[in-house]
């Protein structure tokens, strides 16, 4: 083995030039496949980030309570009950709150717009919504503080809402709510905080005080949108979930069906069926944020694209130089098979060129696009298009590149240019010593 590994190095060394121009074609392509495997990673990371605390927890107890077969609202009645089943039962829990769901208009001196809407309790909401970052108030004698969403009257919104509206820190708006007995309520509230978009998920969020929310619903205090359960593990997601199902059905509660979309989407449906009372729905992360897969989706088919195309652009100059060493060897294949090298020999001599180029330039590949992404998100890149803000539901490049994308980058370029490498090595292999020592 170590005699075949040194002849295919000095074969290397000796085509120098050749073997150079190829290995800087496979460190281009292991970078840049690294580097888009980093991108899609970290959309999916901001996804989870960014949805985990705009819109969902990794797990949620959410459902909808049904007056009439005909309505469907999205809340949970006699929630402390189930409060205290998570904060007792779910110790993979890191935390666990509540939040009141409403849909309704924003209505400012200047322009209106309908947007779904969040009651929150502050007390609990300070690892949170305290994640997303807040707009410096350019009134200073209003400067913006999230935390005073704890006071009733007071509203949290978006960038994207703050410039339809033209309102900023400390201006009034009306909030008109429809409740469920087809009543419109309002109530004139101080927006206290301008939060910085987050791409896509921005359109679908602002934040009031929960008693104001139940206040203009007319809903009772023991009522809820949904408990939002965040695990320490997200690993722990699938079993937890399971045992979730189980045992709230075990204390009575009616569970609905299993359906990976967000609850929004489900209106329809619970509207159509017959049945009153409440209905549990447990629901993911994943189930909440299903509308926005298609982006991670694209990226990664995108990503897929692009590193087959390079790869095969350069598997045809790996062929082509094994091809161009076959002939120009062919005298030195002809003696090694006269002297009684086997065929399966010579042809692993040719595999152990490629493998050599392949892994060493696959690996300065990893360690140069590491290098690169650590520069990249040091150097935090804005992004100005709004259009790709939203796209890629961060305000900044993010590039998450960890031991799962480079040994994928690594085993997927080896293998691929390895196997390339095949069709002139077998035809090596397939020399005559007679015939190949007599060429000339």
């Known amino acids: 083995m170590k005699v075949y590994f040194i002849i295919a190095y000095r074969n290397i060394l000796q085509r120098r030039v050749r073997s150079l121009m190829l290995a800087a074609s496979i460190v281009f392509v292991s970078v840049i496949f690294s580097l888009l495997l980093a991108l899609v990673h970290g959309v999916q990371q901001t996804m989870i980030a960014n949805g985990t605390a705009l819109m969902t927890g990794h797990l ?13 609202n999205p809340m949970v009645t006699k929630y402390p009950e189930l409060m205290k089943y998570a904060k007792e039962n779910i110790p993979e829990a890191d935390i666990i709150i509540d939040r009141v769901k409403a849909y309704g208009k924003l209505i400012s001196e200047t322009d209106s717009t309908m947007i779904p809407m969040w009651g929150v309790n502050m007390d609990q909401e300070k690892n949170v919504l305290g994640r997303l970052e807040v707009e410096i108030s350019k009134d200073p004698n209003n400067p913006a503080d999230l935390s005073k969403l704890s006071e009733s009257g007071t509203l949290a919104l978006f960038e994207v809402h703050a410039k339809k509206l033209k309102v900023g820190v400390g201006d009034m708006v009306t909030v008109s709510l429809p409740t469920y007995r087809n009543m419109t309520n309002t109530k004139d509230v101080k927006v206290v905080a301008i939060l910085k978009d987050v791409g896509m998920m921005s359109q679908f969020n602002a934040y009031l005080n929960a008693k104001d929310v139940r206040e ?22 699938p079993k937890v979930e399971a045992r979730m199902r189980k045992e709230i059905a075990e204390k009575g509660y009616t569970l609905m069906e299993k359906e990976s979309s967000p609850f929004w989407m489900k209106f329809d449906r619970v509207a159509g069926e017959s049945w009153t009372g409440q209905k549990i729905d447990i629901t993911t992360w994943e189930d909440e944020t299903s509308f926005l897969k298609w982006i991670v989706s694209l990226l990664g088919a995108l990503t897929f ?19 161009m060493s076959v002939k120009e060897r062919t005298t030195e294949i002809g003696t090694l098979r006269a002297i009684g090298m086997q065929k399966n020999k010579v042809l692993w001599m040719f595999l152990l060129e490629s493998l050599i180029l392949s892994v060493s330039s696959t690996l300065a590949g990893l360690v140069l696009a590491t290098i690169i992404c650590q520069v990249l998100n040091a150097a935090a890149i804005p992004i100005e298009s709004d259009a790709f803000k939203m796209f890629l539901m961060t305000n900044n490049l993010s590039f998450t590149f960890g031991l799962a994308q480079a040994l994928m980058t690594f085993f997927s370029l080896v293998i691929f240019f390895t196997l390339g490498s095949l069709i002139p090595a077998f035809q090596a292999a397939k020399l005559s010593p007679i015939t190949a020592i007599n060429q000339s």
């Open 305 to 323: 694209i692009l590193t087959i195309v390079l790869s095969i652009i350069i598997v045809m100059g790996l062929i082509n130089t094994l091809w």
């Open 60 to 72: 949620n107890i959410a459902g909808f309570y049904k007056v009439s077969q005909s309505s469907a």
């Open 216 to 237: 203009l619903y007319q809903n009772k205090q023991d009522s809820t949108g949904q408990i939002m359960v965040y695990l320490k593990k997200l690993s722990d997601l």
